[in-house]
């Protein structure tokens, strides 16, 4: 009997950027001059006169993720691989990210593996998955599911892994203070989910063993 293959954990649902208002970059950099003032400095001295407008032009590119879809990265497939359907893994993708609670980074890595079904994806296109989801405001646990639901609903592969390891600025530069400290979240579909065995090579794989 086929064992019962449950569907991926999907992240909530969030309003897109077309469905909120934008402040201009104008209103922005007006922001940043207020959170200057407010830190006890002084935002018209010449160290901080163009701060707001660098501040305005890193977070533009820090939290590009919103404007685009990572669905079509993911689109084209290749199929003549030669009848290829052992697993592939790409292992050691860092990324950077921003905590949503405070705005800090978390920075870490993210190892993918999936078993095709049809076919395969360049490998290039999963990292990009994991930047367009990273360069938003985040938390670890919903950047995993994320990463883990468009791969699995545009490839629908037989069985898919997405761990990601990261240590957190807002657990290391405020609060408790504990730098070194890593948080590692998972997220298993298919043949991953189902059977131990899948999970235990997966790690191996990841952890530099399994070659």
């Known amino acids: 009997m086929d064992a019962v293959l449950k569907p991926v954990a999907k992240p909530l649902e969030r309003k897109t950027p077309d469905q909120l208002h934008r402040p201009s970059r104008e209103e922005a950099e007006a922001a940043v001059r207020t959170i200057l003032a407010w830190t006890g400095d002084d935002p018209d001295r010449e160290g901080l006169a163009d701060t707001p407008k660098r501040v305005v032009k890193a977070l533009s590119q820090l939290y590009s993720g919103y ?36 705005m800090l980074p978390f920075i870490g890595e993210a190892h993918i593996a999936y078993y095709p079904a049809e076919g395969v994806v360049g490998l290039s296109k999963l990292a990009r998955v994991v930047d367009i989801y990273a360069k938003r405001l985040q938390t670890q646990e919903n950047l995993t599911a994320q990463i883990a639901s468009v791969i699995d609903d545009t490839l629908a592969p037989r069985g898919l892994a997405v761990m990601l390891e990261a240590e957190h600025q807002c657990m290391t530069m405020r609060g408790v203070q504990k730098p070194g400290v890593s948080t590692i979240t998972t997220q298993f579909t298919g043949v991953f989910q189902d059977d131990p065995a899948e999970q235990a090579k997966f790690m191996t794989l990841v952890r530099g063993k399994g070659f």
């Not at 990265?73 to 921003?98: A, C, K, N, Q, W």
């Open 67 to 102: 404007y685009e879809d990572p669905a079509e990265h993911l689109e084209r497939t290749f199929e003549d691989v030669g009848g290829y359907r052992d697993i592939v893994v790409v292992r050691g993708i860092p990324f950077h990210s921003h905590c949503e609670h405070h």
